[in-house]
């Protein structure tokens, strides 16, 4: 008798940003997708619902990598270059400002690297690079410098996220999968200073079977006006520059 077994369905979600219509917006789409495990990249805080979002996740019981952005949250923020900087600082005190002692202590058990079985395949997960959160992984990053940065790695995937782009990406026998970001997608790389969004949230699925994976890179829909009425209620520093960012579905 021959026997068949169904492939395993892994979500990446990654770079929340406290932007909760566009973290439920992918809930409910991975609602309907039956995924079997979800796992979460990190920079989870840092927008104009920080508490509500942290909350939302924790909810999840799934794991969380730790990103830039949570550091930030628990120890301060650092100077930030560039023009948005200081505005970005403003609003990174802010948000960490609004966290409670429970949501800290949560952010600080996510750990800098999750190791993952799915079906055969091994899937490290991390913000940014396996060398540090700061790190960016893109097309045009040369291939000895990412062989320099995978170079403990062995495993069929390595999922990351951190550049708000999304990315797939061969490199050896391991796959390269950056789902983009659920709360602050960028439109463009580099953001040039001028930070542009595009109006969805962004997401990805691995798929394990057989031994084999493969990855599905997806954009949720939702109501971006909603987001910027949020905002503007938060009490967020510069919400009208942060609202601004965003292009509508006709320009993107």
């Known amino acids: 008798m021959t026997s068949y077994s169904s492939p395993m369905r892994l979500a990446l979600i990654s770079d929340l940003h406290g932007n909760l ?3 439920e917006a992918v809930l409910g789409e991975l609602e309907e997708s039956r995924v079997d495990r979800i796992v979460c990249l990190g920079d989870v805080a840092a927008g104009p619902q920080p508490r509500e979002t942290v909350d939302r996740l924790r909810c999840l019981r799934c794991p969380v990598v730790l990103g830039n ?3 930030w949250m628990l120890n301060g923020m650092p100077d930030l270059a560039g023009y948005a900087g200081p505005r970005l600082r403003d609003q990174g005190e802010w948000c960490a400002a609004q966290l409670d002692e429970r949501d800290k202590t949560f952010l600080a ?5 999750l190791e993952l079985q799915l ?3 091994s899937v490290l997960c991390v913000h940014g690079s396996p060398r540090s959160f700061m790190e960016d992984i893109h097309p045009s990053t040369p291939d000895h410098e990412v062989a320099e940065m995978l170079s403990d790695v062995e495993h069929s995937a390595l999922t990351a996220g951190h550049t708000h782009v999304q990315l797939v990406r061969p490199h050896n026998s391991t796959l390269i999968v950056n789902p983009g970001s659920v709360g602050l997608p960028f439109h463009t790389w580099p953001p ?6 595009s109006p969805w949230a962004e997401y990805a699925v691995l798929t394990s079977e057989e031994g084999r994976i493969t990855a599905e890179l ?4 939702y109501d971006v006006s909603t987001l910027r009425e949020v905002a503007h209620e938060s009490g967020m520093p510069h919400p009208e520059w942060w609202a601004g960012q965003w292009l509508s579905a006709g320009e993107a």
């Open 21 to 23: 219509p566009a973290f």
């Open 69 to 71: 952005w949570d550091t």
């Open 109 to 113: 058990t996510f750990p800098e690297q």
């Open 119 to 121: 079906d055969g395949s």
């Open 192 to 197: 040039n200073g001028a930070l542009r969004m």
């Open 218 to 221: 997806r954009r949720a829909p």
